[in-house]
T-cell receptor, first 110, second 112 residues
């Protein structure tokens, strides 16, 4: 059974203070690792898909990386508007149905 | 382009009653998914439609849950009769291919 563990559960940063969120996973045959952003009262918003170890993707202040056991979401010089819950999910085997982690709640203080 | 729309946004019902949730996917998206998040837990997969056919319903908790997708367009998820443990946020998502799924804002269901 696929397992996804995200850490930390919550993270408070000052504006401009760079940091990383971790997603550790256990799957048999990774099809894809997904990062989503979720704002309060809204559904998850797709950010990235990573397919193989060594792959990296960037979007504005966010950069996602992938190894065979974990993924990191690096946030460079965050702004208050980056405050949200960040969800990691993996899909394996013959399906693209993702298994989600519980998320990391990020708060960026001005 | 309109996103995935879910109705209602909130629903409070009594135990034993019936509730029907609706999802309108993005036009042209053949894949439609239902998920649920129970408080304090992760988002869990319920089922997957490809057009009007159920591709995978392995996540449906029990036979009190019935999902349909009329003509490959909108979908409904009915819970009958509702139990306290059914409370949570129900998300719908749709995708054209299999990868980038777009989520609706969710329906918060509270069973009292």
């Amino acid at each position: 059974e696929d397992q996804v563990t995200q850490s930390p559960e919550a993270l408070r940063l000052q504006e401009g203070e760079s940091s990383s969120l971790n997603c550790s996973y256990t799957v048999s045959g990774l099809r894809g690792l997904f990062w989503y952003r979720q704002d309060p009262g809204k559904g998850p918003e797709f950010l990235f898909t990573l397919y193989s170890a060594g792959e990296e993707k960037e979007k504005e202040r966010l950069k996602a990386t992938l190894t065979k056991k974990e993924s990191f979401l690096h946030i460079t010089a965050p702004k208050p508007e980056d405050s949200a819950t960040y969800l990691c999910a993996v899909a394996s085997g013959g399906s693209y149905i993702p298994t989600f982690g519980r998320g990391t709640s990020l708060i960026v203080h001005p | 382009e309109a996103g995935v729309t879910q109705f209602p946004s909130h629903s409070v019902i009594e135990k034993g009653q019936t509730v029907t949730l609706r999802c309108d996917p993005i036009s042209g998206h053949d894949n439609l998914y239902w998920y649920r998040r129970v408080m304090g837990k992760e988002i869990k997969f319920l089922l997957h439609f490809v057009k009007e056919s159920k591709q995978d319903e392995s996540g449906m908790p029990n036979n009190r849950f019935l999902a349909e997708r009329t003509g490959g367009t909108y979908s409904t998820l009915k819970v009958q009769p509702a139990e306290l443990e059914d409370s949570g946020v129900y998300f719908c998502a749709s995708s054209h291919g299999r990868i980038e799924a777009f989520f609706g804002q969710g329906t918060r269901l509270t069973v009292v």
